[in-house]
């Protein structure tokens, strides 16, 4: 059942998703309106800033690409406090980013992680130039491409002609499996029914997310 939580002057009463099923229908209502043109741009007001001086109940968790047309709260047409965003290049997941969803597991009771990654990644094609020609990226972004090199090679495995866009498919789902398999405390709320884990290939030519990966139920 949702949780219900006073976010207007008004008075008004929402309903907060607290289950799986019911933070992924709630995430996908909005990339539809921000799809179509549509988006509401709701708990962007004063009130709602005033609502969540003292404590914060976001109902998902969005893992993803730094890319800067990749933002979280556009693209699902979120506000404050509704999204526990964490980003990095590429999503590539190290101890801090898997810490940071964890607080939001156990801590904040987010019932939804999303891994969101998107066509023509920057970092994935580097890592992509990289398998071919053996050749390196200089500095920290040579950690980036290490990381993600297994998905690349996964998605080549799959198909020797793999193109950039399948290999970004790729690396959600082996970045969403690794969440559950790496944390004990994300697997065991997902065993619970507690949280879902779910990983999204955002389309930047109409601003579509697929779902290409779930772990726990999403009531459909």
Request: aromatic share 4%; charged share 20%; proline share 4%.
């Amino acid at each position: 059942m949702s949780g219900e939580e006073d976010s207007s002057s008004t008075g008004v009463v929402v309903d907060l998703p607290s289950s799986p099923p019911e933070a992924w229908a709630k995430l996908m209502e909005g990339n539809a309106r921000f799809v179509e043109g549509t988006s509401s741009h709701p708990n962007q007001d004063s009130a709602r800033r005033t609502s969540l001086m003292s404590a914060q109940n976001p109902f998902v968790m969005i893992f993803g690409c730094s890319d800067s047309r990749l933002a979280a709260e556009i693209i699902f047409d979120l506000g404050l406090g509704d999204a526990f965003v964490v980003r990095t290049a590429g999503h590539v997941l190290d101890n801090t980013a898997l810490g940071s969803l964890e607080y939001g597991v156990e801590y904040l009771k987010v019932p939804l992680i999303v891994v969101l990654g998107h066509d023509n990644c920057g970092a994935v094609t580097a890592t992509k130039g990289a398998v071919a020609t053996g050749e390196m990226p200089a500095g920290f972004v040579r950690d980036l491409v290490e990381r993600i090199t297994p998905s690349v090679l996964a998605s080549l495995r799959k198909d020797k002609d793999s193109d950039v866009n399948a290999m970004v498919e790729e690396h959600v789902k082996q970045t969403a499996a690794r969440l559950v398999e790496n944390s004990p405390i994300i697997a065991d709320a997902v065993a619970r029914q507690r949280t879902a884990v779910v990983g999204l290939t955002y389309r930047l030519s109409d601003g579509s997310a697929d779902l290409v990966y779930s772990n726990g139920s999403l009531g459909r």
